[in-house]
């Protein structure tokens, strides 16, 4: 198992699975600014984030 701190969060993976957790509520965290690639492929899309991306919404 590997435990990392990033910042304002805990993220661990073990076994192939990743685990997050925020120790504060959403509004009280400092995210930095999304900054994220979209790209259109057969039979969906790929989302690619360059910093924590949260959430996200696809509509369709």
Do not use: N
């Not at 492929?41 to 991306?53: D, E």
């Amino acid at each position: 198992m590997t435990i990392w701190k990033v910042a304002t969060f805990l993220m661990a993976d073990a076994d192939g699975l990743r685990a997050v957790h925020f120790p504060a509520p959403d509004r009280e965290v400092p995210y930095p600014r999304p900054e994220f690639e979209v790209a259109v492929v057969p039979g969906g899309i790929i989302v690619t984030a360059r910093t924590l991306a949260r959430a996200s919404c696809v509509g369709g």
